[in-house]
Structures are given as structure tokens and as C-alpha cells.
């Protein structure tokens, strides 16, 4: 059994021996709050691509994955401001996808 819901930290408390997922929606609106809505730099954009990307596939975790390795590898000459906008999008996001 695992629970869905729009982000009530109180319902994870409460029902902590069960699995809890957000609901797309918020999965993109939480990844937009760290970024913006309309980034400038490459890595931003293709962060908030993969967000987005989310709610249309079926298997969201595997999708990720494989675009993320790809991202991880061409971006390895980027700045560090890029690499770290890179690794606070995957502690953001592999928390919320684990339960996918």
C-alpha cells in the first residue's frame, strides 16, 4: 500500500510505515520552486525538461535514470554553478521518484 498526496508533511508522520509519493503536480511545482520557471542556463533547461517529463511517461523512474546519466555525461566540462544546480536537482528529485 503507498499514499499519494499533495504534500501534507503531517500524512507522512502519521502513516510513516507506508510508502508516500506526491502527486505529479506537486513533484513539478517543488522542482520549479528550486529552479525557475523560465531558466537561463543550459543545465536549468534541460532540468526542468526531465521535471516536466514526469507526467508523461509511464515508466518515470527509468526515464530519469537513463536521461540523467546522459545529462551527467555531457555536462561533465560544465561549471560549477551548473554542476551544482546538477546535483540539487538529483537530491530533489530521486527522494520524490524512489516510490514511483
Do not use: W
Request: hydrophobic share 45%; proline share 2%; aromatic share 8%.
Amino acid at each position: 500500500m503507498a499514499i499519494v498526496a499533495d504534500g501534507f508533511k503531517g500524512l507522512r508522520k502519521m502513516f510513516s510505515r507506508y510508502k508516500f509519493q506526491l502527486c505529479q503536480f506537486y513533484q513539478v511545482l517543488t522542482v520549479k520552486a528550486k529552479l525557475t520557471s523560465r531558466p537561463k542556463l543550459e543545465a536549468s533547461q534541460e532540468l526542468l525538461r526531465l521535471t516536466l517529463m514526469l507526467c508523461h511517461t509511464d515508466n518515470a523512474l527509468e526515464s530519469l535514470n537513463s536521461e540523467l546519466k546522459i545529462k551527467l555525461n555531457l555536462h561533465r566540462g560544465m561549471s560549477v554553478e551548473r554542476r551544482k544546480i546538477l546535483s540539487r536537482f538529483i537530491k530533489l528529485v530521486f527522494p520524490i521518484v524512489k516510490t514511483l
